[in-house]
Structures are given as C-alpha cells and as structure tokens.
Nanobody, 126 residues
Framework: QVQLVESGGDSVQTGGSLRLSCVAS????????VGWFRQGPEKEREVVAL????????RYADSVKGRFTISVDNAKNTLYLQMNTLKPEDTGVYFC???????????????????WGQGTQVAVSS
C-alpha cells in the first residue's frame, strides 16, 4: 500500500505563488501516473495536473495551463506542484494521487488512481 503525504498548502493573496509537495512511501518510477487533484468549496474533485514518471509527459487542466507546473523527483519519491499567479478560484484542498503503473496514458478519470493522500489546503484571497 503506497502512502502519499502532501504539504505546502497555505493562505495567499491573488497573484501569489505556492509550491506543493507530495512524498510517496514507495518508488514510483515504474511508469506510474501521478498527479494533483483539487476540491473547491461545494465543488466536486477535479484534476489539476498529471505526470508519467518514466517519460515525464505532463497533462494539465485548461484552467491552470501556463500558471501551474508539475514535476517529479524520482530520487526523492517526491511530486511537486508549482502554482503561480494564483486566483481565488484555485482555492481548495489539493490531493496527490498515483496509479499502479498499469496505464500507458495518464487519464483525467479519477478511477485510474488507486492511491490518494489526505490533502493540503490552499486558500487564495482577493
């Protein structure tokens, strides 16, 4: 059972930046898809960004393209999300997730992801 632990959430003003981290208890460079999802107040959980650990190929939700960057440090078993030019609509709980490495493509569908962290809170004020 892979454990995922997020950190880095905080309260910032519009236009600010944050970097989220997610440490995995096991090595995840076997073609795993890992990524970030978020759930805003009274909203459903949605995908933010995904990365395939062996190829480095990334996918982003349209709402964060050009502002957020996902990256992974396989040596440290750590996933990052650099968030710039934050907006109030970015507010929410951010979750780290990973699949079991059985997919060739990182899909937006949440059912692909077996392992989930507990989340870290991001609040962006106007």
């Amino acid at each position: 059972q892979v454990q995922l632990v997020e950190s880095g959430g905080d309260s910032v003003q519009t236009g600010g930046s944050l970097r989220l981290s997610c440490v995995a208890s096991e090595y995840l460079n076997n073609g795993n898809c890992v990524g970030w999802f978020r759930q805003g107040p009274e909203k459903e959980r949605e995908v933010v960004a995904l990365i395939k650990t062996d190829t480095g190929r990334t996918r982003y939700a349209d709402s964060v393209k050009g502002r957020f960057t996902i990256s992974v440090d396989n040596a440290k078993n750590t996933l990052y999300l650099q968030m710039n030019t934050l907006k109030p609509e970015d507010t929410g709980v951010y979750f780290c997730a990973a699949d079991q490495g059985e997919y060739s493509v990182c899909l937006f569908a949440q059912k692909q992801y077996t392992y989930w962290g507990q989340g870290t809170q991001v609040a962006v004020s106007s």
